[in-house]
């Protein structure tokens, strides 16, 4: 694969040419690869269609807030803090994940034995402060990223067409959806090399 952008995991998690993890993730040259290409059509996409370019930074971030990664976050926020224009909204951001921490799974499994497992837990909304600043259409996309990452069992038809009545088109649905996954799952990969390389460091020492 020829890009000129660099392999985001790799980045992200400080894995060097020729080092143990970069020979572990060489082990996977078709995981490694389609991981960057998912990076490259949500966040460098040739068109952004119903979903712009801030729109993704901002439900990245949020979803990196959401997980304690700081390191991920500024990557993702760090385009918003860098322009005059859009600065506001990584101070917006960080508000609003302080409000939105929670701990999670929560949410409800239909009847059944799985129903021993409900949970209750806090249901998130934009403060009012923020909604306005933000527009109906991203505070929707937020509160529905939180659903997504502490209440997935709840997710419903009646979620989704709280997202379609702030704006959200049925294709920026799928995009949103798939910003929440792929952020999460780049976070689960890196928190997992992170620990191959403490690992082998304890080995070596």
Known sequence: MTTSTPDIIDLLAGIKPGSSLDRIRTQRPETREQAQKSYLALFEPATTGDVSLVERQVIASFVAGL???????????????????????????????????AAGPYGHYPSGPLSVENTEG??????????EALG????????????LVFHLRDASPKALQALLDAGWTTNGIVTLSQLVSFVAFQIRVIAGLGLLAASARRVAA
């Open 136 to 147: 109906e259409k991203l505070s929707a996309g937020l509160e529905h990223a939180h659903l």
């Open 67 to 101: 997980h304690r990664q700081p390191d991920i976050f500024e990557f993702y926020a760090s385009p918003l803090e860098e322009s005059e224009a859009n600065r506001w909204l990584a101070e917006v951001l960080k508000a609003e994940i302080g409000v939105a921490q």
């Open 122 to 131: 806090p249901i998130y909304r934009v403060s009012s402060t923020s909604r």
